[in-house]
């Protein structure tokens, strides 16, 4: 079945300092989806990214989509504390007749200020 | 934005007892709902998919008679763990979808469910 695979599962910075996490599906992608968990709370839609080779900004966060709409990434600029949490991507696919999403590992992201 | 309100936040109970969960979309009419399972630190494991009016289809691996699923109407879905145990503790999570398949997903705010 359709694989959402997503690296680094952990990463601690410095505040300040730049962070990457990475997605890549087994299948093309219709769009790929991306959310946070912050510790102890519930996941949050940030982004969707739909056409290929896209690249969306909110402020410090930037997310790109691959040519191949296969890979996904979300890198912030000079983090702070309030990033904290847990990043997951997420692509949709079809199974036992239902549309759904399938959420990669996640990513944590524990700031050191 | 649209809101799904989860409802018990947490819940102790004894061994061999049921415990219900609801997930009801306050703002919105919810074409499909999902019930997810997460351990501490891991992702969201995806147990079950619900519409209203049918029958829940469940992943490879959740027991059906285990973890019934009722999708009332379409704001509200319901999710009882019958004879819980001890093993079925963990954090168990809802979301709503209010359109097509690419739309995006609103959780609720989980359930911390513990069995002793």
């Known amino acids: 079945g359709q694989q959402v695979m997503q690296i680094p599962q952990y990463q601690h910075v410095q505040e300040g300092e730049d962070f990457t996490t990475y997605c890549n599906s087994s299948?093309?992608?219709?769009?790929i989806q991306w959310y946070k968990q912050r510790p102890g709370g519930h996941p949050v839609f940030l982004i969707q990214?739909?056409?290929?080779?896209e690249v969306k900004k909110q402020k410090r966060l930037t997310f790109q989509f691959g040519e191949a709409k296969k890979n996904s990434s979300l890198h912030i600029t000079a983090t702070q504390t309030t990033d904290v949490g847990t990043y997951f991507c997420?692509?949709?696919?079809?199974?036992?007749?239902?549309?759904?999403?399938?959420f990669g590992a996640g990513t944590r992201l524990a700031v050191h200020p | 934005g649209a809101v799904v309100s989860q409802h018990p936040s947490w819940v102790i109970c004894k061994s061999g007892t049921s415990v219900k969960i609801e997930c009801r979309s306050l703002?919105?009419?919810?074409?499909?709902m999902f019930w997810y399972r997460q351990f501490p630190k891991q992702s969201l494991m995806l147990m079950a998919t619900?519409?209203?009016?049918?029958?829940?289809?469940?992943e490879q691996g959740v027991e059906k008679d285990k973890f019934l699923i009722n999708h009332a109407s379409l704001t509200l879905s319901t999710l009882t763990v019958t004879s819980a145990h001890p093993e079925d503790s963990s954090f168990y999570i809802c979301?709503?979808?209010?359109?097509?398949?690419?739309?995006?997903?609103?959780f609720g705010s989980g359930t911390q469910l513990s069995v002793l």
């Open positions: 979301s709503a979808r209010r359109g097509g398949p690419n739309e995006k997903l609103f």
């Open positions: 299948t093309t992608l219709s769009n």
């Open positions: 990214l739909v056409k290929s080779g």
């Open positions: 997420a692509g949709p696919t079809i199974s036992g007749g239902y549309n759904k999403l399938i």
């Open positions: 703002d919105f009419q919810a074409t499909t």
């Open positions: 619900s519409n209203e009016g049918s029958k829940a289809t469940y």
